[in-house]
Each structure stands twice: as structure tokens, then as C-alpha cells.
């Protein structure tokens, strides 16, 4: 399950997936400077423990993580927001993968710093800073800025300006990255809403290495009372201009995906069909199907992407057809379980992999305020995983190795 749902574009939606603290408080707009920097601004403190076993071509390691977030509440419109990661490394087992804690995370990182503005009458939304973002290809924190206009009658427009790029969940903490362009990457889409909830979403995205320019369609219609059906079609054009030779210090991974894609430069295509069923906000359910051309799209989900999956390497390579299929159930964002599986079939090799995660929040201290309400001091968090990648084609994985399975758990703690 995708987290569209989860990352609106606000504030405290620019939590991270597992990796940060989590809040679903419904914020106002405060009307004084005390109430906006202090009583209804929000904090978090968390330390956690996370474990990843590792079956095959990747890392075992435990460690702790301290994080911290504080993010005021809006005021005349402003807000804004700081978080950091600490990573500390406990045990390590490269596997003969050749790999270091410090291949995985980085140790320390300002992941969230921003300025945020919006004008709800005039339908203006600006960020700036780093941030989570979530637009197409382009879900991974950015560091840049993103302008959406919303003043139109049945019509969003929005640009990003992304400058660096860093995923980050509790097995991974990359720094902002700028190995797609030195000079920035820019996407920019329309969004119009029309009869019969139809939704078309035209979009262009520019970057140092290609450029994709697509269009994606969607009609959501109910089956039953508390039933919602969501079909999506999704169209790309991909147009190469690869180096055939990389600044320093570009991710190594990054350079032979670019690499293999010097085979075939010319034009290519994506088709990308999903069909959605939704029950409440509480079951989600996908199937989809995604082809791509001889020549490939090898590097455009590097700073993220939308579909059901963390490890999708060889989706979207040359020849490659995928079939997939995932299914979400979230409990008031209390318990939360998500499962997914899909098979890739190249020319060169076929690859099949499968995420089961399972996550819950609980109270360690609530104590009732003179009014007789009951507020959490202190919460806990734990969760688990596995996942199987088996991959026996010559498509790289931007974030792992080719053949490995991994058991996750976490446990944190948060103030």
C-alpha cells in the first residue's frame, strides 16, 4: 500500500515511513506567537532498536537511532519545521557482501528543515527547505522547493525543484544525493478533475540525465455503499542522454544502472495498469501490471516512485513486464499490516520478490489533566518484516544486492 493516504502535503505528514516519529494530531492555525511556537506546536523525541537478519547478498546489523522533530503550528499562514537522525551502529556482518554499516546509513543527517506558507484562499501552497515529498517520481525527501496552486476551479498545478535526494526508513539513512543532476531535477504536473470522477494528471520531468513526460489517468467509482473501486492508466515517454562518464562520487549502484542503459539510448515507453479497491480507510487492496520497452527506463525511480513496493529493482528496466499484487490493513493508524508480491520477467533474467511488514503504536504513560481528559506522555512502537528479493537477471538494486531475504524488527520509544 502506497502512502498517499499518509504523506498529504502538510506538516506533520513529512514524518518518515518507519524511520521517524508519526503523528496524526489535526492541527489549527494559531493566532499568537506563543500558542504557534510553544502550546500548539509539535515535538517528538524518540530512541529505537533496529535488527535486520540477513539471508544472502546484504547487510546484518543491529543499532539505535535517536531522532528528533519540532514543528511549529501555523501562523498567518507560516510554519516550520527541524528533525535529525542519529545512527549508531551495535553489531555488524558484511555476508561477503563487501558492504559497511556506513553503505546503508549515514550517521548523522538533517533530514527535515523547512519554511512552509499556505494561502487557502488564494489556493497557495509553498515548501522550502528539506522535506518529504510526494509527488510521481519524486517521494524520497528533497531538498529544494515545491510550489502548488490550487486556485483554479477543479484544477491543482504544482512544481518541484529538487536539488538532492534521501531515502530514509529505519534499514536506510542516505544523504541528499544529487546523482541524477548536478544542476537540479524538475517536475512539474497539472491535476484536473472531471465529470464522472474522472482524474487526468499530465506531468513533465526534467533531469541531468533524461527526460519523461506522462500522463496519468484514473476514474474512481463505488461497487458497493462502503466499497470504492479506483482504476489507473498510467503512460510515459522516456528520452535518454546517459554520460558515458560520471563526476566523482556518484553512487556507484547509480553508475552501473547508467551504464547498462548506454546499450540502447533510444526513446522509451512505460504502460503501468492498477486496479484498487478501498474498504473504509481500513482495507486496501491493488493488482497491477507495468510494461517497459526494449531501450528502458533504468533510472527513473531513483528519488523515489508510487508503487506498492520499497525494492523494485529490474521494474523498470528494458523488456521488463511486471505483475504485482499487494493488500493494506490499517486500524486507525494504530495497527497497521502490509503485504505485497510481484514478479518481473526481463529479456536477460526474471526477478520475483515479496514485503510483508506489520507495525503498532501502544501507550507506556497517559495521565488525565484537570479537565479530565486523557493525554499520552509517552508512547511505544514496535514492528516487523520480511522480506525475499531473488533476482537472477543482470538488473542492480539501487539500495540492496541481487539475492537475499530479510527478517526486520524495531522496537521505540517516543516523548
Wanted: glycine share 10%.
Amino acid at each position: 500500500m502506497d502512502k498517499k493516504g499518509l504523506l498529504a502535503f502538510g506538516l506533520l505528514p513529512f514524518c518518515l515511513n518507519a524511520g521517524t516519529p508519526q503523528s496524526y494530531e489535526y492541527k489549527t492555525t494559531s493566532r499568537t506567537i506563543a500558542d504557534a511556537l510553544w502550546f500548539n506546536a509539535s515535538h517528538e523525541i524518540s530512541a529505537s532498536i533496529f535488527y535486520q537478519q540477513a539471508f544472502g547478498d546484504d547487510l546484518t546489523f543491529l543499532d539505535a537511532t535517536f531522532l528528533a522533530y519540532y514543528a511549529t503550528d501555523r501562523f498567518y499562514g507560516f510554519r516550520a519545521a527541524a528533525g535529525l537522525i542519529l545512527a549508531a551502529p551495535i553489531l555488524q556482518f558484511s555476508n561477503g557482501t563487501g558492504e559497511t554499516y556506513e553503505d546503508v546509513k549515514q550517521i548523522f543527517l538533517f533530514n527535515t528543515i523547512y519554511a512552509d506558507y499556505l494561502h487557502e484562499k488564494l489556493g497557495i501552497h509553498a515548501i522550502a527547505g528539506r522535506y518529504k515529498s510526494n509527488e510521481e517520481w519524486n517521494t524520497y525527501y528533497s531538498q529544494g522547493f515545491a510550489l502548488t496552486y490550487n486556485g483554479l476551479p477543479y484544477t491543482s498545478l504544482h512544481a518541484t525543484a529538487s536539488y538532492g535526494s534521501a531515502f530514509i526508513l529505519n534499514e536506510y539513512v542516505t544523504p541528499f544525493r544529487t546523482d541524477l543532476s548536478s544542476f537540479g531535477t524538475y517536475y512539474l504536473r497539472g491535476t484536473f478533475a472531471l465529470p464522472f470522477h474522472i482524474e487526468i494528471q499530465p506531468y513533465v520531468y526534467v533531469t541531468g540525465f533524461f527526460s519523461a513526460y506522462g500522463m496519468r489517468g484514473q476514474i474512481g467509482y463505488h461497487v458497493a455503499k462502503n466499497i470504492k473501486m479506483e482504476t489507473k492508466l498510467h503512460i510515459a515517454g522516456y528520452a535518454k542522454y546517459y554520460a558515458n562518464t560520471f563526476p566523482v562520487n556518484v553512487n556507484h549502484k547509480f553508475e552501473l544502472a547508467a551504464l547498462a542503459g548506454l546499450s540502447n539510448q533510444n526513446m522509451s515507453g512505460i504502460a503501468w495498469l492498477e486496479q484498487e479497491l478501498q474498504w473504509y480507510d481500513i482495507l486496501e487492496a491493488k493488482i497491477g501490471l507495468i510494461g517497459v520497452t526494449q531501450s528502458g527506463a533504468e533510472l527513473i525511480d531513483y528519488y523515489g516512485h508510487k508503487t506498492p513496493f520499497e525494492y523494485n529493482v529490474g521494474m523498470f528496466w528494458g523488456g521488463a513486464v511486471t505483475t504485482y499484487g499487494s493488500v493494506g490493513f490499517n486500524w486507525n493508524h494504530i495497527f497497521e499490516i502490509e503485504a505485497g508480491v510481484r514478479g518481473s520477467f526481463l529479456p536477460t533474467g526474471n526477478i520475483v520478490s515479496f514485503e510483508i511488514k506489520g507495525e503498532t503504536d501502544f501507550p507506556i504513560w497517559r495521565q488525565r489533566n484537570r479537565y479530565g481528559a486523557v493525554k499520552t506522555y509517552m508512547k511505544g512502537k514496535v514492528g516487523v518484516s520480511i522480506v525475499g528479493v531473488y533476482n537472477n537477471s543482470p538488473a542492480i538494486n539501487f539500495y540492496g544486492g541481487n539475492n537475499y531475504t530479510l527478517v526486520r524488527g524495531f522496537f521505540r520509544i517516543s516523548i
